[in-house]
Structure formats: C-alpha cells, structure tokens
T-cell receptor, first 110, second 114 residues
Framework: TQLLEQSPQFLSIQEGENLTVYCNSSSVFSSLQWYRQEPGEGPVLLVTVVTGGEVKKLKRLTFQFGDARKDSSLHITAAQPGDTGLYLCAGAYSNYQLIWGAGTKLIIKP | NAGVTQTPKFRVLKTGQSMTLLCAQDMNHEYMYWYRQDPGMGLRLIHYSVGEGTTAKGEVPDGYNVSRLKKQNFLLGLESAAPSQTSVYFC?????????????FGDGTRLSIL
C-alpha cells in the first residue's frame, strides 16, 4: 500500500511568520501536486512538480520536489490570513490515479 | 463558468436506502473521478472513468456503483447505504491521461447515513 504522509497535521501561526509543510513517502512518484482546499469547497491545484530537485514559486509559496522524487515541501513566507486552508499533496503513481496525503490544516491569525 | 457541478450538496439517508449522486462537467474532459474524503484520511478514489461508457474501480469501490452514459456526466450510486459510507463525496474531472494534469473538483456532497 502506497502512503503519502503530511506533517504537521495542524498548524496555527501569526500573520507574518514563515512555515514549512512536508509531504513524505517511501515510494517514488512520477509527479506530485499540491492543492489547497477551503471549507465547503473542493481542492484547487496550486502547482505540479515533475523533476527531482525541482523548485517552483507561486508568489510567497515555494514548492520543492525531493531529488529522489519521494518527498516534497511547501514553504510559505510571511503568511497572510488569506493563506488559511487545508493543504493537500497528491502523488502520481499511474496514468489515472493519485495517492493523497491527509492534509495540513493551516490557520493564519491576524 | 460552471466547471464541475455536484448534486445534491447535502443528503441524509437511513441505513439500507439507495441514492444516486450526480456529477456534471462542462469542460469537455475525458476523465472523471469519484472520491470520498474522511477526516484524517485524505481523498480516496472510489471509481473513475477514462471516457464515455467506460468505468474502473479505484481504491475503495465496495458498496458503490458508477455509470458514465454521457461524456459530461458521471453518476455514483449507493445501492444499500451503510453508516460507514457517511462522508463527503467529491467528483473531479481532468483533460488528459497524464496525471500531472490538474484535476478540477466540484464542491462536494455531504452524505450522512443514520
């Protein structure tokens, strides 16, 4: 059974602080996606990383794919209340299926 | 832009009842998926479809059936609802076979089985 573990499960910080969320597996993935989900809505794709060691930036969010393509991290600089949400990582191991992490619930307090 | 629309948004059933969840997408996507989301477990794939008239089992298919009679619609059926099927159900669609393509999600159906 393939697993994708996210940590921490819950994080509550003050506006302006930095944070990092991790997504780890013992399996190799062909690509990995990060989604953000807000209450009462479905997940929305933030980024897809494909190449080992790849780094992508989306404004204050920095995503990195591990060299061995088994892990990934999401770093947020100077967090804002608008960053509040559930962050999900999903790894691709076949043409049609993703393996999903359980998510990190992030709360940014003003 | 409707995207992916799920109906109903909420439903309460009694054990043993049956129901059908409807998913409709207007993006002309070939691929459609049904997931369930439970606290602490992430999204789990129930069934998926790679085109009109074709369906396949995902990770947790037992107790569910699906049909894809039209390209834009993907139906999820519960034949005899059980309390273990209480969950939030999400439908998603994507354009390509390549999983690196984004999946577009509906807003979910909250289903409670008493």
């Amino acid at each position: 059974t393939q697993l994708l573990e996210q940590s921490p499960q819950f994080l509550s910080i003050q506006e302006g602080e930095n944070l990092t969320v991790y997504c780890n597996s013992s399996s190799v993935f062909s690509s990995l996606q990060w989604y953000r989900q807000e209450p009462g809505e479905g997940p929305v794709l933030l980024v897809t990383v494909v190449t080992g060691g790849e780094v992508k930036k989306l404004k204050r969010l920095t995503f990195q794919f591990g060299d061995a393509r088994k892990d990934s991290s999401l770093h947020i600089t100077a967090a804002q209340p608008g960053d509040t949400g559930l962050y999900l990582c999903a790894g691709a191991y076949s043409n049609y299926q993703l393996i999903w992490g359980a998510g990190t619930k992030l709360i940014i307090k003003p | 832009n409707a995207g992916v629309t799920q109906t109903p948004k909420f439903r309460v059933l009694k054990t043993g009842q049956s129901m059908t969840l409807l998913c409709a997408q207007d993006m002309n996507h070939e691929y459609m998926y049904w997931y369930r989301q439970d606290p602490g477990m992430g999204l789990r794939l129930i069934h998926y479809s790679v085109g009109e008239g074709t369906t396949a089992k995902g990770e947790v298919p037992d107790g569910y059936n699906v049909s894809r009679l039209k390209k834009q619609n993907f139906l999820l059926g519960l034949e005899s609802a059980a309390p273990s099927q209480t969950s939030v159900y999400f439908c998603a669609s994507s354009y390509s076979t390549r999983v690196r393509q984004p999946q577009h999600f509906g807003d979910g159906t909250r289903l409670s089985i008493l």
